[in-house]
């Protein structure tokens, strides 16, 4: 039993890969096809001669290469899956009267507000408001919710776009996903088979792995089809900050202002003095003045030692 589910798995993850392959190949191939009957409708239209004579040209019956980029843009949006993303930076006036604007913006197009940050930087001379708006919305109207956004008003001074291909990684994901439930199904048949206890043990073992890893897969190709249909805007919206006027004060206003300077000063250099002698108060307590005294007792003691030997080199000699 156990060598049969090991040929099993052998066999199942050698044909993952022409699986895979051919199913890729097989999508790619389902890809192009629209995209090449497209191309050859729109162009048999802009190539059609006019049904009232081949030799006088009718503008009406002449369609524009517009119309045949319109046809690619909408086959190669429904067929690829890209994750578009776009970040912006406004300076308005008002930020905080604008999420209103930003969610109309977001709502007429099918999407809706995901987060909304505001924060208030608070500076020595200025305050500056700004205001972060994430918003999604379906990626077929990222363009026109992009324009909306930027009419909300005010000035664009930084401006982000960009876009992620996942057609592959999804095609592989779809691709695993059949593989890994063709060798589910395996291990159930298996499992109808099983004659012992161990073998059928061993065997939803097997099958809970592949189910996990169905789960997983199941997963990513969920994050890949919300992130591919529907796209991110990111709008930072901030005050404009304000320019630094001159502001001449005059003679007597500088004289104030140099008092003002001289008062703080002063002021300042008398607190540190104030901290200084509150700093020193218990260093002098504590440590200068007990090490004083030590000295001046040890000062005495030596200086009565020398005396009574002077004295007693004196009564000596007599």
């Not at 048999?44 to 517009?66: I, M, N, Y």
């Not at 500076?123 to 026109?144: C, E, H, N, T, W």
């Not at 960009?162 to 695993?176: I, K």
């Amino acid at each position: 039993m156990r060598l049969i589910i090991a040929l099993l798995a052998v066999c199942s993850l050698a044909l993952s890969g022409c699986n895979q392959a051919s199913n890729r190949e097989a999508q790619l191939s389902a890809q192009k096809a629209p995209q090449d009957q497209a191309a050859a409708a729109g162009l048999g239209q802009v190539f059609q001669p006019s049904s009232e004579g081949r030799g006088r040209s009718d503008a009406s019956s002449v369609v524009p290469l517009s119309k045949v980029d319109a046809v690619h843009a909408s086959t190669e949006a429904a067929q690829h899956k890209i994750i578009r993303n776009a970040s912006l930076t406004i300076e308005i006036d008002s930020p905080s009267n604008t999420l209103g604007g930003l969610t109309e913006a977001a709502e007429s197009q099918g999407g809706f507000v995901v987060t909304s940050e505001s924060r208030q930087s608070d500076g020595r001379s200025q305050s500056v408001a700004a205001l972060k708006v994430v918003i999604r919305v379906p990626s077929a109207k990222f363009y026109d919710a992009l324009e909306r956004v930027r009419r909300v008003g005010g000035r664009v001074i930084n401006e982000n776009i960009s876009g992620q291909d996942v057609t592959e990684e999804f095609l592989d994901v779809e691709a695993r996903i059949r593989t890994k439930k063709a060798l589910e199904a395996q291990f159930l048949e298996i499992m109808k088979q099983a004659r012992s206890v161990s073998d059928a043990l061993e065997v939803q073992r097997e099958l809970g792995e592949v189910r996990t890893e169905i789960e997983q897969l199941e997963g990513r190709r969920r994050f890949l089809e919300n992130q591919a249909s529907m796209s991110t805007i990111t709008a930072m919206l901030q005050e404009p900050v304000p320019l630094v006027a001159s502001n001449p004060v005059g003679f007597m206003g500088e004289v104030r202002e140099a008092a003002g300077d001289g008062i703080d000063i002063a002021v300042s250099i008398v607190l540190g003095l104030v901290r200084l002698v509150i700093v020193m108060l218990p260093i002098t307590l504590f440590i200068l003045l007990p090490i004083g005294l030590f000295l001046r007792a040890l000062f005495r003691w030596f200086v009565a030692t020398r005396k009574r030997e002077a004295v007693a080199v004196n009564a000596g000699g007599e």
